[in-house]
Every structure is written in C-alpha cells, then in structure tokens.
C-alpha cells in the first residue's frame, strides 16, 4: 500500500515535479448567478421551493399579489409563476454538472392476467453523473484539510491499541489499497473510495404525493466530521 503515495499531478493525470504548486481555482463571478438573474431572484426560489416547499396554487397566488405591486412600476415580479419558477430551478447545475434523465419500463416475463400496473409504466431516472460528481468532491478546496489520502492506521499513545474513526482508518480501505497497489500503473495514485446510499422519500410539493428513490454518494476520503456537516460531501445523484 506504500506506494499509493497520492502524488499531485494535473487534470491529465500526469504527475507534477515535487513541490510544485497546485493549479490556481478558476471562480466564478460573485455577481455570476446564472440560471438567476440575481441574487433575489435565487433566494426567492430557495425560500419558496426549500425552505418552505410553497404548494404550486400558492406561488402563484404569491406571485400574481406581487405582481399587481409592481405594475404601477412597470415591473414584475422574479418569475412569472410556478412554472417558470420550477424552470428556472431545473436548469440550476450542481457544481457544473447537469441533470440528465432516460427512461425505463419493465421488459420481463408477465403473468396470464392481472399483470401488476408497474409493468406497464414507464419509470423517469434523473441523474449526474457520477464521475462529474466525485471530481468536484476532490477539487472542494473546503474540506482540503480534512481529506485523507491514503488509508492508515491509528494507535493510542498511551497503550499502542488499535483505534478506528475515519473511513479511511479501517481495515478495508487498507487491504483494498494492497489489491489496488499490485498493479504498477496505479503506484504514485490514491484511492478514492465511493460510498452510496438510498432510501425512499416521498415528496408532495409540486409532485402530487410522488415516491422518490434518491441515490446519494460520498467519497470515503474525507473526515466524518465534514460528511456530517453536509459540506457538499454528499451529493445526490
């Protein structure tokens, strides 16, 4: 496992001279809030659809009373209603990755009669894609310090006895990095391992009592701490 030594290369994968200094992060505008076109207008839609998961007959109520505020003025409101509201918020990308969706329907073998209805529906999977979404986990100069590159082992001080908190302190993590370590091409790497997780949501904003079954993923490098405290070290896929 010694040789997973997780060296600093470039976006290319090749590794950089030592103590050569990381490529500077590429920002964006603070006044950049693209899909919105400002700030208000990306609040509004976080406290209407988040924050307070307004029904869609109340937003536009909302909307329309704001709306008659603003005629006077010969202005509008930030968006026209629910749907353009809920556009807006489709188009919203999750750290440069965009949403994108296939669908599926069951193609197995069917009963003589009373075939159950789920084998006749067409089912929607929305998505990021995975790979998008692990990378902007590594490039999250956030959680920097409190990253784990490679797998190890903890002991006290006071009695050499073996202690366990982080993913990347357990005995798994360890033996993987031996496998992954045979192969020459991967010396000088490290190991990312991806932790996922699923569970049934039931969302009845907007949807209509709808059942959900999101797929979240997480990276093991990165300490408990910050996992726990949700700083984009999970990620719905």
Known sequence: MYVLLARP?????????PGSP?????DKSSSDW????????????????????????????????W????????DKPPFADFRDLYKTIDKTLLGDVRWQSFSVRYNGE????????????????????????????LANPDYAK???????????????????????????????????SKDPDSHGSTFVPVVLGSDKTTVSVATGNNEYYPLYASIGNVRNNVRRAHRDAVSII
């Open 34 to 65: 693209t899909p919105y076109r400002n700030c208000v207008e990306f609040e509004m839609a976080e406290y209407l659809f988040a924050e307070n998961q307004t029904p869609a007959g109340q937003i536009n109520k909302l909307l329309d009373l």
């Open 67 to 74: 709306a008659s505020t603003l005629k006077k003025h010969n």
């Open 110 to 137: 069917r009963p003589d009669t009373d075939a159950p209805p789920w084998m006749d529906q067409v089912f929607d999977v929305w998505y990021h894609d995975p790979r998008e979404v692990i990378r902007n986990m």
């Open 146 to 180: 409190e990253f784990d590159y490679r797998p190890y082992h903890k002991f006290s001080t006071d009695d050499n006895e073996r202690q366990w908190k982080d993913f990347m302190s357990g005995d798994w993590a360890w033996d993987q990095a031996d496998i992954i």
């Open 22 to 26: 990381p490529k500077p992060l590429s």
């Open 9 to 17: 290369c470039d976006e290319n994968g090749v590794f950089l001279p």
